[in-house]
């Protein structure tokens, strides 16, 4: 049953009793995540999970590609930046330098996909063809991950894009210090026959059946009792964050902004535009003209400049 309300990237579907489904529905851009798409998805996770009758929440991508990333186009970057429809309390997102643009990425990519994270029902990604950069943060919000038999996942933000990784840094902890620095290191795929081997996805199934095989986990886990399912995921999750997790996260996201900021003084971009594919870096040159970014870019001959 489609019970979708007045959203335009995203379908928010009951798929079976006590199990609810949301699809990002931007298959001709590959799910790829646009500002509306995320809040979207924040609108209606929150709901699922105010919801008494959803023990369970899937979260899937239409089309061939489960999500390419974040949207280098930025053409909604500065939607959604006024206190009534943002969720942290940092603010000042149109601060001039690293100031805005540290706590709009903090609002929008960090704290909201760790919001995901620690959402209490169990949450399970629903993954096919490419996930890309930012595309693994969704995967990474979730509790399981079903993958189809041709899935597979790159992260090659530092390889390709000049900054060390997604936002929402997990690498180490689904897949091993050694494995994932092979995988920054190189920005290579990941299939999903080695995700699984090294415990970052749980089940492995055929294209034809991911739907089918995911609704079956999602029912089987919607069918214990709720309060149960919430008081399992948090004691799991302090598990992870009594490693550091947390820690590593917020280091990690520093060090992203830092790779952010050298590529706007050299290449007036957030990312190192010299690699970029040229039909993404026609996208990319039509949000510089547009002015779709509200950061001060400093040249070096600026920064040498006397007040």
Partial sequence: MNTNTNYRHIVYERAADRVVRILMNRPEKRNAQNITLIYELDAALKRACFDDGVHAIILAGAG?????????????????????????LWGQFAAPGAEGFYGREKEIYVDITERWRNAPKPLIAEVQGNVIAG??????ACDLIVASDDAKFRDNTGAELGVPGTEFAMHPYEMGVRRAKEWAFTGGWLSAQ????????????????????????????????????KLMKESINAAQDAQGRRQYLQHAHALHTIGHLHNLLVHGYPVDTSQLPPAVLAKVRLAQEAGSLRVQAVTSADARRPD
């Fill in 194 to 229: 080695e995700a699984r081997a090294c415990g970052m996805v749980n089940r492995v199934v055929p294209r034809a059946e991911l739907s089918a095989a995911t609704l079956e986990l999602a029912k089987t886990i919607a069918a214990k009792p709720l309060f149960s399912l």
């Fill in 135 to 140: 595309g693994n943060m969704l995967v990474w």
């Fill in 64 to 88: 061939e590609h489960f999500n390419a990333g974040h949207d280098l186009g930025l053409e909604d970057f500065n939607e959604h930046t006024d206190a009534e429809s943002t969720n942290g």
